[in-house]
C-alpha cells in the first residue's frame, strides 16, 4: 500500500494536513523533523513538507527534506508548503541536493491558505521549478539560496 507522509516541526499543522489528508482518503504518516532516513519509510506515495516562520525550524525540517530528495532512487514526489518565496526554495534546495533532477517532482503551495484552497492544492500544487523560472523572469534575476555551510 503505498503512503503519504507528513514533514513538520509543527504537531498542530501536522494534525491538521493529517485531517485534511484523510478527508481526502489518504492514511498519512507524521515523520520526525530529524534522523529520519528513506529506507525507514515504505512505498512513498508523497511527503507533504510543512515549513513554519521560525529560521530555526524552517531550515531544519528543509535540510531533513532535501536529505530525503537525494536519498531517493527516483525524483521523490514531495509538497512543500511554506511562506518562503519559491525562487528561494528552488535555489537553496538546489544547493542541498546532489543533482537538480532530484527536485523534478517538487512542488509548492503557500502555508497560509484557507483550509479549503489547502485541500485542493493537496491535490493540485504547481511544481516549485516552474514558480521559480517564473518568479525569475519576473525579476530579471536568480535569487542565492543558502548552501550546506
Same mark, same amino acid.
Given at each position: 500500500?503505498?503512503?503519504?507522509?507528513?514533514?513538520?516541526?509543527?504537531?498542530?499543522?501536522?494534525?491538521?494536513?493529517?485531517?485534511?489528508?484523510?478527508?481526502?482518503?489518504?492514511?498519512?504518516?507524521?515523520?520526525?523533523?530529524?534522523?529520519?532516513?528513506?529506507?525507514?519509510?515504505?512505498?512513498?506515495?508523497?511527503?507533504?513538507?510543512?515549513?513554519?516562520?521560525?529560521?530555526?525550524?524552517?531550515?531544519?525540517?528543509?535540510?531533513?527534506?532535501?536529505?530525503? $530528495?537525494?536519498?531517493? +532512487?527516483?525524483?521523490? =514526489?514531495? !509538497?512543500?508548503?511554506?511562506? &518562503?518565496? @519559491?525562487?528561494? %526554495?528552488?535555489?537553496?534546495?538546489?544547493?542541498?541536493?546532489?543533482?537538480?533532477?532530484?527536485?523534478?517532482?517538487?512542488?509548492?503551495?503557500?502555508?497560509?491558505?484557507?483550509?479549503?484552497? $489547502?485541500?485542493?492544492? +493537496?491535490?493540485?500544487? =504547481?511544481? !516549485?521549478?516552474?514558480?521559480? &523560472?517564473? @518568479?525569475?523572469? %519576473?525579476?530579471?534575476?536568480?535569487?542565492?539560496?543558502?548552501?550546506?555551510?
Amino acid at each position: 500500500m503505498m503512503t503519504d507522509y507528513i514533514l513538520s516541526p509543527c504537531s498542530l499543522a501536522a494534525r491538521g494536513l493529517s485531517q485534511l489528508m484523510v478527508n481526502a482518503a489518504k492514511r498519512p504518516v507524521e515523520l520526525p523533523v530529524e534522523g529520519v532516513s528513506l529506507r525507514e519509510l515504505t512505498a512513498v506515495t508523497r511527503i507533504v513538507v510543512f515549513l513554519p516562520d521560525d529560521p530555526l525550524w524552517m531550515l531544519t525540517t528543509l535540510r531533513q527534506a532535501a536529505r530525503l $530528495l537525494d536519498q531517493a +532512487l527516483q525524483p521523490l =514526489p514531495m !509538497l512543500i508548503l511554506s511562506r &518562503s518565496p @519559491a525562487i528561494w %526554495l528552488w535555489q537553496t534546495l538546489l544547493y542541498q541536493v546532489s543533482h537538480p533532477d532530484r527536485l523534478r517532482n517538487v512542488h509548492t503551495a503557500p502555508a497560509d491558505l484557507s483550509c479549503t484552497e $489547502l485541500a485542493d492544492r +493537496l491535490e493540485n500544487a =504547481p511544481r !516549485l521549478e516552474r514558480l521559480a &523560472s517564473e @518568479a525569475a523572469l %519576473l525579476n530579471d534575476k536568480r535569487a542565492a539560496g543558502l548552501s550546506h555551510a
